[in-house]
């Protein structure tokens, strides 16, 4: 059965340094998203992303953010400037079209110092 | 107000039990409505989706209440393996879940 991955699977960061969080989507899937969850609080929205754009964000997805799909497999979420409140699960998603199942990635605990 | 509210739990059941819970929503223009089952540390997985009529999926049942804005799961005939986070979530656009907190269900044998 096809699965969203994702690369690492733990993240140890200083504050400050940026990061680049991996996920290879279902390969027919054409929406991405990434969610995080910080320990012990619900799951969050951050961005969703289709045909080389971001089609919505949440308020926490601010100018430290970014996401990028640089190749056909890809998709990449980058956090310019950790803090410590960046950490969290951070979950990436994907589904076919936008409005169904969206299929989630086992998920990068980043844990910033 | 919080977009979705959950009864946290715990709920401790006993094998071959039944249990129910429930979560509402704020936003009455909510397209679509699902149950994710979280084990720990885990991602979320889709439980089943939750249709306008109730719908039923083996052990599990499901149901909107859309004038109420809450929707409930029931589980029947419990299994040791059914202990799991239960996460409301409804979707209020074209991309985006909303998720509630969770709903913890503990089966005990």
């Known amino acids: 059965e096809p699965e969203v991955t994702q690369t690492p699977s733990h993240q140890v960061t200083q504050m400050g340094q940026e990061v680049i969080l991996r996920c290879v989507p279902i390969s027919n899937h054409l929406y991405f998203y990434w969610y995080r969850q910080i320990l012990g609080q619900k799951v969050e929205f951050l961005v969703s992303f289709y045909n080389n754009e971001i089609s919505e964000k949440s308020e926490i997805f601010d100018d430290q953010f970014s996401v990028e799909r640089p190749d056909g497999s890809n998709f990449t979420l980058k956090i310019r400037s950790t803090k410590l409140e960046d950490s969290a699960m951070y979950f990436c998603a994907s589904s076919e079209w936008g409005g169904n199942e969206q299929f989630f990635g086992p998920g990068t605990r980043l844990t910033v110092l | ?109």
């Open chain 2, 1 to 109: 107000r919080k977009e979705v509210e959950q009864d946290p739990g715990p709920f401790n059941v006993p094998e071959g039990a039944t249990v129910a819970f429930n979560c509402t929503y704020s936003n009455s223009a909510s397209q679509s409505f699902f149950w994710y089952r979280q084990d720990c540390r885990k991602e979320p997985k889709l439980l089943m989706s939750v249709y306008s009529s109730g719908n039923e999926d083996g052990r599990f049942t499901a149901q909107l209440n859309r004038a109420s804005q809450y929707i409930s799961l029931l589980i029947r005939d419990s299994k040791l393996s059914d202990s799991a986070t239960y996460l409301c979530v409804v979707k209020y656009s074209d991309y985006k879940l909303s998720f509630g907190a969770g709903t913890t269900v503990t089966v005990r044998a």
